[in-house]
């Protein structure tokens, strides 16, 4: 069975500040995907990620993907406030069903 | 373009009731998925549909729960006699086939009495 977690759950940081989300799957898995969620809001994609050192970049977030190490991450540079959401992970095995992580709850303080 | 839409956006009911969740898919993805969200909680894949194939039911939590979906368009999810433990929110999702990325629909968020 394909498990997903992603670590921390809940992180409060000050504005300007870097840090990074991980996500770790139990299973061999080519591909994994980071959403945002709004409070009220549905999924938004950020990253596809789709081989062993894949890196992705948009705005202040970076994505990368060690399929050895069944690890990905998400690293925030200088966050601002508008990045405070809750980010998930997810990876797919047949049929692309998607098994996602619990979740990161991101609070950026001004 | 139009994404992937679902009605109705609330919907409460009392237990032991019957509901209807409906999502309409972005035009020309032949791959549709159902998944739960519990509060505060991931996502819980329940069904998808894939072209003409036979879906893939694995995910149903109970025989209480059941999905269709007419051709490559609209889908169904029903919950038949539904319990307290059903409340959440119900998200549908549409790629362009199988591996490709899944774009979500807002959701459905379904309260029991």
């Known amino acids: 069975e394909l498990k997903v977690e992603q670590n921390p759950l809940f992180l409060s940081m000050q504005e300007g500040k870097n840090y990074t989300i991980y996500c770790n799957y139990s299973t061999t898995s080519d591909r994994l995907y980071w959403y945002r969620q709004d409070p009220g809001k549905s999924l938004e994609s950020l990253f596809v990620l789709l081989s062993n050192g894949a890196v992705k970049q948009e705005g202040r977030l970076m994505a990368s993907l060690d399929t050895k190490a069944r690890l990905s991450t998400l690293h925030i540079t200088a966050a601002v406030h508008d990045l405070s959401a809750t980010y998930f992970c997810a990876t797919g095995n047949a049929g692309n069903m998607l098994t996602f992580g619990g979740g990161t709850r991101l609070m950026v303080k001004p | 373009g139009a994404g992937v839409s679902q009605s109705p956006s609330n919907k409460v009911t009392e237990k032991g009731k019957d509901v209807e969740l409906r999502c309409d898919p972005i035009?020309?993805?032949?791959?549709l998925y159902w998944y739960r969200q519990r509060l505060g909680q991931g996502l819980e894949f329940l069904i998808y549909?894939?072209?003409?194939?036979?879906?893939?039911k694995s995910g149903l939590p109970s025989d209480r729960f059941s999905a269709e979906r007419t051709g490559e368009s609209v889908s169904t999810l029903t919950i038949q006699r539904t319990q307290q433990e059903d409340s959440a929110v119900y998200l549908c999702?549409?790629?362009?086939?199988?591996?490709?990325?899944?774009?979500f629909g807002p959701g459905t968020r379904l309260t029991v009495l």
């Open positions: 549909f894939q072209g003409n194939s036979a879906p893939d």
């Open positions: 035009s020309g993805h032949t791959a």
């Open positions: 999702a549409s790629s362009l086939g199988l591996y490709n990325e899944q774009f």
